[in-house]
């Protein structure tokens, strides 16, 4: 694995699952395949016709998205919180480290079983790697993606759909997502939280309610 990723250190997902309990919120293991021949295992939970995908950090694995998934799954949304390719069960295909390509299988996932509309959060590692699936993807598979202090797009001029930054204002990466920010193209927004925790370690901070919401915000019209 790039040590660049290795050298981020992160915390356990903490959050907390507001009007949970409205909704059934039990997550169910599928598997689906890649466009390069590799397998995905990831945890499917919620209804609808509004589908997110959930994208892990370098450290991190598709059970480290279960509580964000029960906020999600209550505000109506249905969750797919994949393990990349190398992480528990997955497998990478031909090509080895296209992490992107597990995102546009799921992305495709959703759609396959009736999703209308696909979102995407992808923390660190899996942002940079949602970046890429946006702008490989084809017009309107992805419509909203959520880059959580993601590591660096190669161009992020190209990124499609409408597009959230979210950083840290004090951590390591922050003048990167912004120069990313001001590359990317327009619907976009760029939201700093006031905290110095990267990517899903925001969640174990007091600032934890406050990412949650802007999500949600964003992602339910």
């Known amino acids: 694995m790039n040590p660049f990723f290795t050298s981020i250190?992160?915390?356990l997902l903490f959050v907390t699952p507001t009007g949970a309990a409205e909704r059934n919120t039990d997550s169910?293991?599928?598997?689906?395949?890649?466009?390069?021949q590799g397998t995905v295992y990831a945890l499917l939970a919620g209804e609808g016709t509004q589908g997110v995908v959930l994208a892990h950090g370098a450290i991190f694995n598709k059970e480290s998205w279960d509580n964000l998934t029960k906020v999600l799954v209550a505000k109506g949304l249905r969750t797919l919180a994949l393990d990349f390719?190398?992480?528990?069960?997955s497998k990478p295909g031909l090509k080895s480290e296209a992490l992107y390509e597990d995102i546009l299988a799921a992305v495709r996932y959703l759609h396959q079983i009736?999703?209308?509309?696909?979102?995407?959060?992808?923390?660190?590692?899996?942002?940079?790697?949602a970046?890429?699936?946006a702008i490989r993807s084809q017009p309107g598979e992805i419509n909203k993606l959520i880059l959580l202090s993601p590591v660096p797009i190669t161009d992020p001029d190209k990124l499609q759909g409408e597009l959230l930054f979210i950083a840290s204002k004090a951590e390591s990466?922050?003048?990167?997502?912004k120069g990313q920010y001001e590359k990317a193209p327009n619907p976009k927004k760029l939201i700093l939280i006031e905290s110095d925790a990267h990517a899903q370690h925001i969640f174990r901070t007091?600032?934890?309610?406050?990412l949650?919401?802007?999500m949600i915000d964003f992602l339910v019209d």
């Open 28 to 36: 169910v293991e599928v598997t689906f395949s890649t466009s390069d």
């Open 173 to 177: 990466l922050a003048n990167s997502v």
């Open 131 to 133: 970046g890429e699936a």
């Open 206 to 210: 007091d600032q934890a309610e406050k």
């Open 212 to 214: 949650n919401q802007a």
């Open 9 to 11: 250190l992160a915390g």
């Open 114 to 129: 009736g999703v209308r509309q696909v979102s995407v959060i992808g923390a660190s590692m899996g942002g940079g790697a």
């Open 85 to 89: 390719r190398g992480y528990g069960k």
